[in-house]
């Protein structure tokens, strides 16, 4: 079966917010003369009709991001949601909704509920933690806002979890991260590393390779013990997922770039959130439908040239695992001269060999019938 994923971004890379890391607020750079501030009715008609008929699956799933999607509107969404009723085929449509929070009020909470939207907000830990880098663009402190807004969602009834990017400070405290989500009240945590290239180099922000590994080995020993069942870390989903065979559960991991496009306000549709520029633009859809560009050459051919080349990773213990992680990050030489090896070669490395052990036993438990949460009464300290 053939299908994509859409991250759609109604106010393209309009924020309200100025995070000293954000990559995707130079992205308005491509759009110099845009007086648009969302996304057309006509657009959003298109983009549903054609996002549904893309999809081989009886689930379809719509990602609005930004940029920070809030800033569309409560309106746009209440006729997104109509859109999506009149054009759903019969087909089950679900929402998620990538946001900073600080705009969130009962209204929007209100209708997250009504149409069972799954919010992920962005936090990167304790206040102290999360103000340094994720500031107003006046340069004042928003983890106080974030917090209300997680209250606002848990008053609400409205299903969240936290996207917390991984950088030089936070990294330096693994359990301190972790226990704070989980006294915000969030049971789906995803880690994103970063990293930042200059024309100097690496940025001091970025998180470093040992410290990524550590970080998410130091979480999972905690979670393997107390929290594995309870709280789903999609790194360590995807750990077991391959293990036992299975597919990739992200892109990241897979062997190859799966038609994971990003869409821009005006309908311009590119390869990948991380690849927004001009050689990388499928085309747009109120020319080109999103079915023809996903089956096109230049998308087949994009998602082929992720298969890791670098001598290293032929020879690599977790290769299977890790394919050469995202594209984004091969930046660093391999033996050939070549920028072709991942800046996290280290980081999957250390994680996936520490769990590969944990992995083995929860397989046969998974294979005796038993849960494979269930390895948490055979660990010991």
């Not at 959003?44 to 809030?70: N, R, Y």
Request: one cysteine or more; charged letters at 20%; aromatic letters at 10%.
């Amino acid at each position: 079966m053939k299908s994509c994923h859409v991250m759609v971004k109604p106010t393209g890379a309009l924020c309200n917010l100025g995070c000293d890391y954000c990559f995707y607020l130079e992205k308005a750079r491509l759009y110099p003369h845009r007086n648009a501030r969302c996304m057309d009715d006509e657009t959003l008609s298109q983009l549903i009709q054609q996002h549904i008929a893309a999809q081989d699956t009886d689930e379809v799933i719509f990602a609005w991001q930004g940029g920070e999607p809030t800033l569309a509107g409560l309106a746009f969404f209440q006729r997104a949601v109509a859109l999506q009723k009149q054009f759903a085929q019969g087909k089950t449509l679900i929402n998620t909704f990538q946001t900073n929070g600080v705009l969130l009020d009962d209204a929007w909470c209100r209708f997250f509920n009504k149409h069972h939207f799954l919010i992920g907000i962005s936090v990167d830990g304790d206040a102290l933690l999360h103000d340094t880098f994720r500031k107003t663009n006046a340069g004042k402190p928003t983890h106080q806002r974030v917090e209300n807004a997680v209250k606002l969602l848990q008053k609400h009834g409205v299903a969240f979890n936290t996207l917390t990017v991984i950088n030089a400070l936070n990294s330096q405290h693994p359990l301190r991260v972790y226990e704070y989500l989980k006294k915000l009240g969030s049971q789906h945590m995803q880690f994103i590393p970063l990293l930042e290239t200059t024309d100097e180099g690496i940025h001091e922000r970025s998180v470093k390779p040992a410290d990524f590994g550590t970080f998410l080995t130091t979480i999972f020993a905690q979670w393997v013990r107390q929290d594995i069942g309870l709280i789903e870390i999609p790194l360590f989903e995807h750990a077991f997922a391959v293990n036992c065979g299975m597919p990739a559960l992200t892109c990241v991991f897979a062997p190859a770039c799966g038609s994971a496009f990003a869409l821009e306000l005006n309908g311009d549709l590119y390869q990948c959130d991380h690849f927004v520029s001009p050689e990388y633009l499928l085309g747009n859809l109120h020319q080109r439908t999103i079915q023809q560009m996903r089956d096109s050459q230049q998308n087949h051919a994009f998602g082929q040239k992720k298969r890791p080349q670098a001598p290293e990773c032929v020879v690599c213990d977790v290769r299977t695992a890790c394919h050469g992680g995202c594209p984004k990050d091969r930046i660093m030489l391999s033996s050939r001269g070549l920028p072709e090896l991942n800046y996290f070669c280290p980081s999957y490395q250390a994680f996936f060999t520490y769990v590969a052990p944990y992995m083995r036993t929860m397989k046969s438990l998974w294979e005796q019938g038993h849960a494979p949460s269930d390895i948490r009464h055979y660990l010991i300290g």
